[in-house]
């Protein structure tokens, strides 16, 4: 039954790293860069979801919706401004900007809206947790919905992906960014949609993340931020679903960690397997060969 | 191509950096906040006004200031105060980046800095250099040791543990008791260290590191099955907000018991009370006190900054008098150096100087530089803090 | 024979081949800076003309230089991204806490001290890097990026459960997870997450810059050495160096190390600056701002990393005046200046502006001619 309960809570904060990595993975895939920032992008989906719940008084689910619209808004303007004048010059540049984009939004953050962490008002707010087993396995129906999240996200975007215009051209650029644009595809339109895509997801992260660990700072989009670009990695990078598969099995292995081994060396640990997985497997679980790219 | 490139990169970088230093030989610092005479002491303060514990030194900034205008207005003829806030991210290497920025500008007193590893740093800098410093909330011993001039107001993390573990001993003898600690916090693991000491019984031990500060269910149901009843967090109310969320989850209901990092839980925005119910911690200050003093720093904190202060504000109110207090009782200028004032506040502070504030009745030092000062311990009923 | 084979297949050994003057042109350079800053920096101290603000960041300012330089060594000669440059640093800056401590009852003489210190400290990181390097050498470009930033994590997280001390007899006692027992409080060394406390602060700003200059001249010899000729052609195409023979992983597990070496070194100067030193400096972000020196510099080139970091130390202290808006700034500042060095219209612009001011047109000239020849000889093929 721990067992269980553990591999519940690993699929729960798995399934929050797998929002995020496919942010990155996207947009990896597209534009090969690195965005650091994109962590930073769920801090803001966050507050937005907060301000738009606590000041407004609006509805959660409305809030999201708001929150996407910001975070989509937040990514193109990025893109056009800091990471378009850089195509071209190499991975280096972009990841550095990438960096400076990241210290700025959490300072802007600092400024705007204070260090005091805020307590996140769950989406299920009051929801009550699932009892099975005569009370031995709870879960809590945030996980159950964070869970169910990626599954649908992972869908849609498979979807998108190979079967709309769009996404096709997205790949073809992901692909091959000339010979994309000689066949009269709009590159420019391609990536802004990528990043649009990606920052939205990152509100999705943001709120679910917000309502299964309810602390919100300026910084709460950091380390999350790390750990799943490390699943991006880990599932192979530019895959969509390896990006979900990376995130859920470095969420399990985390808590499994934690449970099992040391709560102090968890992350050491999560690290080793990712050293491990790159050296089986150089481009990942589902490396380059055995899945599409975005 | 190449090195042209770089050429401009180097000169576009020189230009940003004139510039930079131009404004700052013209500018003059901020965060002074008063205007006086020449009958001014010049106060400096370190602490992270930025990055992940911006929340502590922002406090102690807010909390100083207030104390500063206070004076400055209550007695304008008598000496002024000034206030300089210099953020140092929570790092050893800029907390003494800033600390050097405060003496270039004539500090003459320090109040911190406000956490520990900084602290400890600047510490061996303001001892060779002879700066009296008297922290609001580094509390590790590691700050005051071998240190004439560093005092602390906050109560030290060994007294802490101390104290919390012979509370639990009185009271929850009975009790299977479990821990969850920041193992890598400075003030964390050292009230645990200090904690497990002094309670000598088994204490089923779990932690974290503040990366992977997020998720707790491996922890507590850790804990739950090893049917712990009396829960010790020593730790800060952020993660602690968290614990007592995701405890509620999981149908697990101890007895948490909290040091003064947990005070403040209650003003978290859009923290479900209900949840503290019943939550127990060691504090030396509630914004809650019926206590006229404290009630009164509330109030003008509240008016001030539209927020509730938190322990790390009324800690550093109470430095700021402290030190205006005892650089009365020295019976030196204003215009006396950092040095001369840096020995006879040491002469002040170890002798039968005592002070009142917003933290405790009649505070006093000993010559390591710790204050002498009596925790209480609060339950928290009906979303209020109940003595106990 | 074979080291004109590699100069032609590194397109940038090929233009060393023709204008030989270059290596030397870049020594000059560097040196030049070094002594030139140390020099400037002192008499101004002498005199009083700094501040203590600036004093206290000398030694950080070289030890940040030494580490911009070793990680070109891998980022600009290599060719590999490295994300974990701080975990290296960590391990110099401990073991050069410890060793210091341990010799400090038999040695009085604190520069010997220092010296062995840096020895090991060296050693140490280099084994990390032989450890690390020799099975990930082998990944491709951004996965080994992620594979160095996971090493450098781990390195901080065994940090944090890492604990030394010295007994009564002055015996080194280690222990993993908890505090030693029976070691006073004056004899621990190592503690955990809160680091190295009552570190004896032996670095001077003449011995960093003394290892700033140690490790400018191990990395430019590397680079004008057959070896490095060898690195950069592997660099510019893998495939050619392997057809002639050139044993790839070999050539840059040896780049890697010497830079994880020299960074160590760099670390334990570092650490011997601070009283005390906790692992979560080493993070993450630490590593990024040694890799934004390498970039903003100009990758590969090593005096451009070399002013960069210097300035890009002093910048957040510049800017202190701003007060809260400081880190905002800076953020503001290196988003900036990464376009404008980077963009290709800014940048030919400000190329052709700077052939109008160049004193030394003519030369320069004649270099462009030969590259502008190349480059279209290469696109062509």
């Known amino acids: 039954m721990n067992l269980l309960n553990s591999l519940i809570s690993g699929l729960s904060l798995g399934s929050v790293y797998a929002i995020i990595a496919l942010g990155y993975t996207m947009v990896y895939g597209i534009s090969k860069m690195l965005n650091f920032a994109h962590g930073d992008v769920i801090m803001v989906g966050g507050y937005m979801s907060f301000i738009m719940t606590m000041y407004v008084g609006m509805n959660g689910w409305l809030a999201l919706l708001i929150a996407m619209a910001v975070c989509t808004l937040l990514g193109i303007t990025i893109e056009r401004l800091a990471y378009r004048p850089l195509r071209g010059t190499g991975s280096l540049a972009v990841l550095i900007t990438a960096i400076g984009v990241s210290y700025f939004l959490q300072n802007t953050a600092l400024l705007i809206w204070g260090a005091n962490p805020r307590v996140f008002p769950s989406l299920l707010k009051g929801s009550e947790p699932i009892r099975l087993a005569g009370g031995k396995l709870i879960i809590s129906q945030e996980s159950i919905l964070t869970i169910v999240a990626i599954v649908v996200i992972m869908v849609a975007l498979t979807l998108f992906v190979n079967k709309t215009k769009a996404g096709k051209a997205m790949r073809a650029v992901s692909e091959d960014n000339g010979a994309a644009q000689l066949m009269g595809i709009n590159v420019n339109q391609s990536i802004s949609l990528t990043f649009a895509i990606g920052s939205g997801l990152a509100a999705v992260a943001g709120v679910l993340m917000c309502s299964a660990y309810p602390v919100l700072m300026p910084t709460t989009g950091a380390m999350p931020g790390i750990k799943a670009f490390t699943a991006a990695v880990f599932g192979g990078i530019g895959s969509i679903p390896g990006a979900m598969i990376g995130g859920l099995i470095l969420g399990i292995i985390e808590i499994f960690a934690k449970s099992y081994i040391s709560t102090e060396l968890s992350d050491a640990i999560v690290f080793a397997c990712l050293i491990l997985v790159l050296l089986v497997r150089p481009t990942g679980l589902l490396g380059k060969k055995v899945s599409e790219k975005v | ?388 | 024979m074979a080291d004109r084979i590699l100069k032609s297949i590194s397109t940038r050994g090929l233009k060393n081949a023709v204008r030989g003057s270059e290596y030397k042109k870049e020594a000059l350079i560097s040196y030049g800076i070094l002594i030139a800053g140390y020099l400037v920096l002192q008499m101004g101290a002498m005199m009083g003309l700094i501040g203590r603000n600036l004093q206290g960041q000398f030694i950080p300012i070289c030890v940040y230089i030494s580490l911009a330089i070793s990680l070109n060594l891998v980022v600009g000669i290599s060719g590999e991204l490295s994300l974990g440059h701080a975990g290296f640093m960590a391990v110099g800056a401990f073991t050069g806490a410890i060793v210091t401590r341990v010799l400090e009852n038999g040695m009085t003489f604190a520069p010997a001290r220092l010296l062995i210190a840096l020895i090991i400290s060296g050693a140490m990181a280099a084994l990390a890097g032989f450890i690390i390097g020799l099975p990930i050498l082998g990944l491709r470009g951004d996965y080994l990026a992620i594979v160095t930033l996971a090493f450098g994590e781990i390195i901080r997280n065994i940090m944090n459960v890492l604990y030394f001390g010295l007994d009564e007899n002055g015996h080194l006692k280690f222990a993993f997870n908890h505090e030693i027992e029976g070691i006073e409080n004056s004899g621990r060394i190592l503690t955990g997450p809160i680091g190295a406390t009552g570190v004896s602060k032996i670095a001077t700003f003449t011995y960093a810059a003394l290892l700033t200059a140690f490790t400018l001249f191990v990395v430019l010899n590397i680079k004008n050495s057959k070896q490095g000729r060898a690195i950069m052609a592997i660099r510019d195409n893998r495939i050619a160096g392997e057809s002639i023979g050139l044993n790839v992983k070999k050539y840059k597990l040896m780049a890697f190390v010497v830079s994880a070496s020299l960074a160590g070194m760099a670390g334990c100067m570092f650490g011997q600056n601070f009283s005390t030193l906790a692992p979560v400096k080493f993070n993450f972000n630490t590593s990024v701002l040694i890799l934004v020196f390498v970039v903003l510099g100009g990758i590969g080139n090593i005096w451009g990393g070399m002013i960069a970091a210097a300035l890009l130390t002093i910048l957040p202290e510049a800017l202190r005046q701003f007060s809260d808006y400081r880190m905002l700034a800076y953020s503001i500042v290196l988003i900036v200046v990464m376009i404008a060095t980077y963009n290709p219209t800014i940048k030919s612009r400000v190329n052709a502006l700077w052939t109008k001011v160049n004193p030394f047109k003519a030369k320069d000239k004649e270099g462009d001619k030969d590259r502008k020849r190349k480059k279209s000889g290469k696109e062509a093929a």
Request: glycine share 10%.
């Open chain 2, 1 to 388: 191509m190449k090195t042209k490139f770089t050429k401009f990169a180097a000169a576009a970088m020189a230009v940003v950096m004139a510039f930079a230093l131009a404004a700052c030989g013209g500018g003059s610092n901020g965060g002074g906040s008063s205007e006086g005479g020449d009958n001014v002491l010049k106060l400096g303060g370190v602490g992270p006004i930025t990055g992940p514990a911006a929340l502590y030194g922002q406090a102690v900034e807010k909390g100083a200031k207030l104390a500063v205008e206070e004076i400055n207005a209550a007695n304008p003829d008598g000496v002024q105060l000034s206030f300089d806030m210099q953020d140092d991210e929570h790092d050893a290497e800029k907390a003494i980046n800033a600390y050097n920025k405060l003496v270039d500008d004539g500090m003459q007193v320090l109040v911190g800095t406000v956490t520990s590893t900084p602290c400890t740093a600047v510490a061996t800098e303001a001892d060779a250099n002879r700066t009296f410093a008297l922290t609001p909330s580094a509390s590790a011993p590691d700050v005051t040791e071998g240190h004439d001039n560093v005092f602390q107001l906050c109560f030290s993390d060994p007294n802490q543990g101390v104290a919390s573990a012979q509370y639990v001993l009185g009271n929850f003898a009975d009790a299977k008791v479990g821990v969850i600690y920041n193992n890598s916090d400075n003030y964390s693991s050292g009230i645990f260290s200090k904690f497990k000491a002094e309670y000598k019984n088994a204490i089923e031990e779990t932690t974290f590191t503040s990366d992977s500060a997020t998720d707790f269910t491996a922890q507590l149901s850790t804990l739950k099955n090893a049917g712990v009843d009396l829960v010790f967090l020593p730790i800060y109310y952020t993660e602690a907000s968290i614990i007592l969320d995701q405890a509620k989850k999981m149908d697990y209901a101890p007895k948490f018991f909290g040091c003064d990092g947990m005070d403040g839980i209650l003003d978290l925005e859009g923290f479900d009370t209900s949840l503290a119910e019943g939550l127990m911690l060691l504090t030396p200050y509630t914004p809650y006190s019926e206590d006229a003093k404290s009630k009164a720093f509330t109030e003008a904190y509240q008016a001030a900054y539209n927020e509730t202060p938190i322990q790390f504000a009324a800690d550093a109110y109470d430095c700021v008098y402290a030190i205006y207090e005892a650089f009365g009782k020295t019976g030196l200028e204003t215009s006396a150096s950092m040095e001369e004032i840096c020995e006879a506040l040491i002469g002040v502070f170890t002798g039968d100087f005592t002070v009142s504030g917003v933290t405790a009745e009649s505070m006093k030092w000993n010559a390591n530089g710790e204050v002498e000062k009596t925790p209480k311990v609060c339950e928290i009923q009906d979303g209020k803090y109940v003595e106990k």
